[in-house]
C-alpha cells in the first residue's frame, strides 16, 4: 500500500502564493505519474497539475502560467508552487501518484486533500 501526506495548504489572499507538498511512502519500487485535483464546493474534482516520471507536465487551463508542478523523487514527493492566486483557486487539493511496488503491481493512490483558500 502507498501512503500519500499533502501539506501547505491554508488561507491566503488574493494575487499570493502558497506551494503544496505530497510525500509518498509506503511499497514504492517506482513511480510514474504524480498530480494535482482539487475540488471547490459544489463542483466536481479537477485537473490542476500532472508530471510524468520523465517530467512532462500538464496543467488545466484555468492554472497554466501561475502554477508549477515539480518532483523529487529521491524524497518521493511532488510540490505544486501555486502563485498569483484567484478566489476561484479556493478548494480542497489532492495529491494523485501511480507507483509500482516490487512485484510490478501498480498503485493509483489519493491523499486526504489539504484546504486552499483565497480570500478578497
Known amino acids: 500500500q502507498v501512503q500519500l501526506v499533502e501539506s501547505g495548504g491554508g488561507l491566503v489572499q488574493a494575487g499570493g502564493s502558497l506551494r503544496l507538498s505530497c510525500a509518498a511512502s509506503?511499497?514504492?519500487?517506482?513511480?510514474?505519474?504524480m498530480g494535482w485535483y482539487r475540488q471547490a464546493p459544489g463542483k466536481q474534482r479537477e485537473l490542476v497539475a500532472l508530471i510524468t516520471s520523465d517530467g512532462s507536465t500538464r496543467y488545466g487551463s484555468s492554472v497554466m502560467g501561475r502554477f508549477t508542478i515539480s518532483r523529487d523523487n529521491a524524497k518521493n514527493t511532488v510540490y505544486l508552487q501555486m502563485n498569483s492566486l484567484k478566489l476561484e483557486d479556493t478548494g480542497v487539493y489532492y495529491c494523485n501518484l501511480y507507483s509500482y511496488d516490487t512485484t510490478r503491481t501498480g498503485y493509483d493512490s489519493w491523499g486526504r486533500g489539504t484546504p486552499v483558500t483565497v480570500s478578497s
Open positions: 509506503g511499497s514504492i519500487l517506482s513511480m510514474d505519474y
